[in-house]
């Protein structure tokens, strides 16, 4: 399994932004998809997953600090998740990575197996 992560960027207070997170050697609809973030100095923290297709294919959870600004889903057609980020704060500036588990949507980063390489957000008042 690979990720690769990308479509990070600069953005202004306010602002939007969608990297995405292409899946290859595996079918991404049978994964649970995440999304974590790590700020300089600060650990590795949950941002958003999705559950795997089927089942609750539309159960997601999130951070309480990104609920209703943030949106992850999934184009199985093109194997990639996305994570819509919306009203963008200067703490959201981080290193963005997102990872793939099988069975259930978990807020744990240890739970994950798979890793991309990051992609980096940086947010400006």
């Known amino acids: 399994v690979q990720l690769q992560a990308s479509g990070g960027g600069l953005a202004q207070v306010g602002g939007s932004l969608r990297p995405s997170c292409a899946a290859s050697g595996v079918t991404a609809s049978g994964l649970v998809m995440g999304w974590f973030r790590q700020a300089p100095g600060k650990e590795r923290e949950f941002v958003a997953a999705?559950?795997?297709?089927?089942?609750?294919?539309?159960?997601?959870d999130y951070a309480d600090s990104v609920k209703g600004r943030f949106t992850i889903s999934r184009d199985n057609a093109k194997n990639t998740v996305y994570l819509q980020m919306n009203s963008l704060k200067p703490e959201d500036t981080a290193l963005y990575y997102c990872?793939?588990?099988?069975?259930?949507?978990?807020?744990?980063?240890?739970?994950?197996?798979?890793w991309g390489q990051g992609t980096q957000v940086t947010v400006s008042s």
């Open positions: 990872a793939a588990r099988y069975s259930i949507v978990s807020v744990l980063s240890v739970a994950y197996s798979y």
């Open positions: 999705i559950q795997r297709s089927g089942g609750s294919p539309n159960y997601a």
